[in-house]
């Protein structure tokens, strides 16, 4: 399973990002949980957001209400659009998909907050 990342990048406080993530490869079931982690420096990796194939989603309490996760089975992706973006949401953004033991992980992408 191949996990593509992208959508990171420098942006203001207050300010929105969109993070996108495309699965592929014959090892990826559209049945997977799909969601992104965060890796921030000298911490370790968190639950950002994640989302089943019928829609169910879990987010973390820092970021309930700021971001929305989403995905399209169709497509094999899944998008988490970041607003009211703080810089203790600068990290390092990681896709992952996950069903029946099988755990994969993208490339990380980078998210930085600061004026």
């Known amino acids: 399973v191949q996990l593509q990342a992208s959508g990171g990048g420098l942006v203001q406080p207050g300010g929105s990002l969109r993070l996108s993530c495309a699965a592929s490869g014959s090892r990826f079931s559209s049945n997977a949980v799909m969601g992104w982690y965060r890796q921030a420096a000298g911490k370790q990796r968190e639950l950002v957001a994640r989302?089943?194939?019928?829609?169910?989603?879990n987010y973390a309490d820092s970021v309930k209400g700021r971001f929305t996760i989403s995905r399209d089975n169709a497509k094999n992706t899944v998008t988490l659009q970041m607003n009211s973006l703080k810089p203790e949401d600068t990290a390092i953004y990681y896709c992952n998909s996950y069903f029946l033991g099988d755990n994969y992980w993208g490339q990380g992408t980078l998210v930085t907050v600061s004026s």
């Open positions: 989302i089943t194939r019928g829609g169910n989603t």
